[in-house]
């Protein structure tokens, strides 16, 4: 699992102060890692248990967000379109989302979402033995309708 968590540091570029929402739904250690990953620069990491859209509705900020890591979320979600409404609004333009879910479940769903969202650069990672690693960049769409 550590040759996994050090793949996985490496699809982030820290910079001082830089701002994640990590919404966790199965890895403790993707948590501890984020944190002291941000750390040394002043980072902040800000971690969402809760699958109750309108507690997330609240408490994700609009454009707070450098990264998004959202583990094993997304596929249990009652209303994934909500949830990635609620999502899209926290991370900054041209900001990432990460998105990790058990390797056994279908992952078009996610895709088509990302897609919607205006995400672009989407590339699915073979890092982790049981998660499935999708990232993707919010792309800025000034002037689209």
């Not at 820290?14 to 919404?23: C, M, Q, T, W």
């Amino acid at each position: 699992m550590y040759k996994e968590l050090e793949e996985f540091l490496c699809l982030f570029n820290v910079v001082p102060r830089v701002s994640i929402l990590n919404l966790n739904n199965c890895c403790d250690d993707i948590t501890k890692i984020l944190n002291n990953l941000v750390s040394p620069f002043d980072g902040t990491v800000t971690t969402l248990d809760t699958d109750v859209l309108k507690e997330l509705k609240v408490k994700i900020k609009r454009s707070t967000y450098d990264y998004g890591v959202i583990s094993n979320f997304v596929l249990n979600s009652a209303d994934k379109e909500m949830l990635f409404q609620i999502i899209n609004k926290g991370i900054r333009d041209s900001g990432h989302i990460i998105i990790l879910e058990e390797k056994d479940k279908n992952l078009d769903e996610i895709y088509h979402l990302l897609e919607e969202y205006d995400y672009g650069a989407i590339s699915s990672i073979d890092i982790f033995e049981d998660y499935s690693l999708i990232m993707g960049k919010k792309l800025h769409m000034w002037g689209m309708d």
